[in-house]
């Protein structure tokens, strides 16, 4: 157990430090705008192209392996979709949000930095698979039912452009075709370029884990929303359970770190970005903020536990 605290405590450690500097320091929440530009446009995707660029390329062919992860977050979505709606009285924008809140981990800013850590170089690849399926899934989920509910409904052929838009623009995403293609015809970058592209890589997971700190300091929690009694449990627990549960059952024998791979992004707190879908639809938002906050406190006990029977008990 103290070799697991000791892989953990500097990933949340960073968390926490920066969430007790956006405590202590009252540097307005616009001070973050170009950290998270740094994180998301400029150190992220060199760290997603680097871990596939030199994958070998039969390993992008385990549909299975994707669809199960995919299968898995959609049937959470869907079940709290469902929950929410029959105790809001089919609310559609609210139960989106809240399907997402249970649905979208911090995969983004939290699961490359921990699976590496915790799983070795290995765990990049299917990261980095997961992490553009699931977002695509998540950016179609969104406006697709946001435009079901009053005045944000659109036409058809303006949405479908809007998600596919989204979707082919996001850098991760743009970083991961890149870095696939690279592998296919075995790109080779010069030195200058590599060295920068590591020292990017390097910095990204540093950066990315204080700026959560920052961002859940700076959304004070007024209240615990009673939506989050069944939230955080079904985000935290139920949703890696169901991807180990299917990975096991349909691909039993199937690699190892890849499973705990898309296990342990499973069992990652609510998303930011869920805050940020429900800022702009208007709906939803102070208690997306507090789905952020307690699942991410809550997380430092479920994650430490879980990489603890992954890699003692397994």
Not at 112 to 140: K, R, S, T, W, Y
Not at 141 to 165: N, T, W, Y
Not at 264 to 275: C, D, E, G, M
Request: proline letters at 6%; hydrophobic letters at 60%; a neutral charge.
């Amino acid at each position: 157990m103290f070799a697991v605290i000791e892989l953990v405590l500097p990933l949340f450690g960073l968390i926490f430090l920066g969430f007790a500097a956006g405590r202590i320091m009252r540097i307005p929440y616009e001070g973050l705008a170009w950290m998270n530009f740094f994180i998301v446009y400029v150190a992220l995707p060199p760290l997603f192209y680097r871990l596939l660029s030199t994958t070998p390329v039969e390993q992008f062919a385990n549909v299975g392996f994707i669809a199960i992860s995919i299968f898995a977050t959609l049937v959470v979505f869907v079940c709290i979709f469902v929950l929410s709606g029959l105790l809001n009285g089919g609310n559609v924008a609210e139960s989106t949000v809240q399907g997402l809140a249970a649905a979208y981990g911090n995969i983004g800013y939290m699961g490359p930095p921990l699976a590496l850590a915790a799983l070795g170089p290995q765990a990049g690849v299917p990261v980095a698979l997961i992490f553009c399926f699931e977002n695509a899934m998540h950016f179609i989920l969104a406006p697709l039912l946001m435009s079901l509910h009053g005045e944000e409904r659109r036409p058809a052929g303006q949405l479908a452009r809007d998600i596919v838009v989204k979707i082919f623009t996001h850098p991760f995403i743009i970083a991961t075709i890149v870095g696939v293609m690279a592998a296919i015809f075995k790109v080779q970058l010069p030195s200058s370029v590599n060295s920068l592209m590591t020292f990017l890589s390097g910095a990204a997971a540093p950066c990315a884990l204080f700026a959560m700190g920052v961002t859940a300091a700076l959304r004070p929690l007024k209240r615990v929303p009673a939506e989050l009694g069944y939230i955080v449990p079904v985000k935290l627990i139920v949703h890696p359970l169901l991807v180990y549960l299917l990975m096991e059952t349909l691909l039993p024998g199937f690699d190892r770190t890849w499973v705990f791979a898309a296990v342990l992004l499973a069992a990652l707190p609510t998303a930011t970005n869920v805050f940020v879908i429900a800022q702009q639809y208007q709906v939803w938002q102070e208690r997306a903020s507090s789905a952020v906050v307690i699942s991410t406190l809550a997380a430092t006990a479920t994650v430490t536990g879980l990489l603890y029977l992954m890699l003692n008990v397994t």
